[in-house]
């Protein structure tokens, strides 16, 4: 079945640093993907949707100069959180499909905490 | 505007059945998802419903009802290890940019 690998899976890093997430399908393409945050004990919220060669389309509240997105290729997209503070800290999974009839696929997910 | 609604907590017994439920009121509708998420975990995909009706998959089935903007998940001979939270998720469109947005979720507890 379709995979989908994120990486890191846990950053524990300085107020101030910049954190790249990477989402990649890793057995079919996908033009799109999508990020959401993960707040605990709380739903997922859609941040963004990621589109292969264009610019990503971001939820209303999201700032997009704070969280970077790139998706440069039909497999890889990057999620910078760009001068974390705690209140970032969060559940970040990413999530693609391979066609339109199928599910989405979830990456397991990057646990950021900024201390 | 969009709103999905599900229970926030269940609690059952090993072996018992339960029944999840969610309604759902989205600008437009292509497809209800039923995701298990484990706590620290990424969601893991169980069903999926386009179509009025019930669909099974093993111990676990999901009914769709489009015209009540309503579903359920069934989750038949409880087990231990299926104590976790169960999302409910709704597809707008069939366009490929379309996300899906989610509930918030029920965190079953399943008992000895």
């Known amino acids: 079945g379709a995979v989908v690998s994120q990486h890191p899976s846990r950053v524990i890093c300085k107020s101030g640093t910049s954190v790249k997430i990477e989402c990649r399908s890793l057995?079919?393409?996908?033009?799109?993907m999508f990020w959401y945050r993960q707040f605990p004990k709380q739903s997922l919220m859609l941040m963004a949707t990621?589109?292969?060669?264009?610019?990503?389309?971001?939820e209303q509240g999201v700032e997009k100069d704070k969280f970077l997105i790139n998706h440069a290729s039909l497999t890889l997209s990057t999620l910078t959180v760009t001068s974390a503070h705690p209140e970032d800290s969060s559940f970040y999974i990413c999530?693609?499909?391979?066609?339109?009839?199928?599910?989405?696929?979830f990456g397991d997910g990057t646990r950021l905490s900024i201390l | 505007g969009q709103n999905i609604d599900q229970p926030t907590e269940m609690t059952a017994t090993e072996g018992a059945i339960v029944q999840i439920n969610c309604t759902y009121q989205t600008s437009g509708f292509n497809g209800l998802f039923w995701y298990q998420q484990h706590a620290g975990e990424a969601p893991t995909f169980l069903s999926y419903n386009v179509l009025d009706g019930l669909e099974e998959k093993g111990r676990f089935s999901s009914f769709l009802s489009r015209s009540k903007g309503y579903s359920y998940l069934l989750l038949k001979e409880l087990q231990m290890k299926d104590s976790a939270s169960y999302l409910c998720a709704v597809r707008g469109s069939d366009q490929a940019g379309t996300a899906l947005i989610f509930g918030k979720g029920t965190t079953l507890s399943v008992s000895s």
């Open positions: 057995d079919f393409q996908a033009t799109t």
């Open positions: 990621s589109n292969e060669g264009s610019k990503a389309t971001y």
């Open positions: 999530s693609a499909r391979d066609s339109d009839a199928q599910p989405q696929h």
